[in-house]
Nanobody, 115 residues
Framework: QVQLAESVGGLVQPGGSLRLSCLTS????????MSWYRQTPGKGRELVAS???????QYGAAVEGRFTVSRGIAKNTVYLQMNSLKPEDTAVYYC?????????WGQGTQVTVSS
């Protein structure tokens, strides 16, 4: 059974940094696409960043230039480096592993940006 496990988020002051990680287990191959989404109460999930096996990455407009997505050497781990955090970045962050015929989600981790 494929499982995705995100690292614990936490409370960060505005302007601070935080790194999230997501480990995929139970899968015999690295996912074509690994992504980070976030969700706030009353809103749908928003794409934060995604990265393909070849390293091609994509970012949501709200985080472009502040967040960096990367994959581990084994390709089954994805990281999200978040810099210059703002209160509006507060959300539950979800990891997703997907391909043409599948999609798996992590349980989500809370990130709160507040002074």
């Amino acid at each position: 059974q494929v499982q995705l496990a995100e690292s614990v988020g936490g409370l960060v002051q505005p302007g601070g940094s935080l790194r999230l990680s997501c480990l995929t287990s139970g899968c015999k191959f690295a996912s074509d696409l690994m992504s980070w989404y976030r969700q706030t109460p009353g809103k749908g999930r928003e794409l934060v960043a995604s990265i393909r096996l070849d390293g091609t990455s994509q970012y949501g407009a709200a985080v472009e230039g502040r967040f960096t997505v990367s994959r581990g050497i084994a390709k089954n781990t994805v990281y999200l480096q978040m810099n210059s955090l703002k209160p509006e970045d507060t959300a539950v962050y979800y990891c997703k592993a997907s391909g043409r015929l599948y999609a798996y989600w992590g349980q989500g981790t809370q990130v709160t940006v507040s002074s």
